[in-house]
């Protein structure tokens, strides 16, 4: 029992594999942004955090406690469905630990690497995606998206944005935010 535990924590945190991403930009006259936003807060789950979600994940016995307790961490596309979820909100900030405003100065970075690009193909991941990073976009205090990232794997989930998000990640957005994110 003890070497299925074993196998399936190093599957979880092996199974993860990039497919190369080869997409061609085609230039757009104006940008066209995700969100109308001036303050950004980016929220990163703790490796203390993430150690006890995985193991309660893999468990056989994870009751609806647990899969509601990490559901932020390991939803694809389904949680929050929407801005207004003020639980979201308070999870977010129970389970997230490192809390950071992102400072004005980076306002238009990421507004450019939050906008819709044209590519001429889509790159897919094989692994589920484990959200460590989320960012919350607000408008004058209020909440106007929610992007949740797994570096590791090259998803997202958005929320909130009027254009299309599916090809997010195609024009090395991954790579941007996360040097912006690090410095």
């Known amino acids: 029992m003890n070497v299925f535990k074993t196998l ?7 199974a993860c594999t990039k497919s190369p991403k080869v997409a061609i930009t085609e230039k ?3 940008p066209q942004y995700f969100f ?3 303050e950004v807060i980016h929220f990163r789950i703790d490796k203390i955090t993430e150690t006890l979600a995985d193991s309660m994940f893999v468990s056989r ?3 609806n406690e647990a899969k509601r307790k990490f559901r932020i961490l390991y939803n694809y596309e389904s949680y929050p469905s929407r801005l207004n979820d003020s639980t979201f909100l308070k999870e977010l900030s129970a389970l997230y630990k490192f809390q950071q405003k992102i400072p004005s100065s980076k306002m238009v970075q990421m507004s450019n690497i939050f906008s819709e690009r044209k590519t001429r193909s889509e790159t897919s991941t094989t692994c589920d995606p484990k959200f460590r990073d989320v960012l919350i976009f607000k408008k004058n205090g209020s909440l106007s998206g929610v992007a949740k990232i797994c570096f590791q794997c090259g998803k997202h989930y958005i929320i909130g944005s009027k254009r299309n998000t599916l090809m997010f990640g195609q024009n ?3 790579e941007e935010l996360k ?3 690090e410095k």
């Not at 399936?8 to 092996?14: D, K, M, P, Q, R």
């Open 172 to 174: 090395r957005e991954f």
């Open 8 to 14: 399936s924590i190093l599957l979880l945190f092996t």
């Open 36 to 38: 109308d936003f001036d």
């Open 179 to 181: 040097k912006l994110l």
């Open 61 to 63: 016995d994870r009751n």
């Open 28 to 30: 757009s006259t104006e």
